[in-house]
């Protein structure tokens, strides 16, 4: 099953703008998020 690419792109702009803005997740697991 493959999502679309704007959904991905959603996804990814959406859970990097969480992590910048509350800083839940260390830097260590940030990366796995290709940061």
Do not use: C, K, P
Request: aromatic share 18%.
């Amino acid at each position: 099953m493959q999502l679309s690419s704007w959904y991905i792109d959603w996804v990814y702009r959406t859970v990097h703008e969480f992590i910048d803005s509350e800083q839940v997740l260390g830097n260590d697991q940030q990366a796995g998020f290709g940061a």
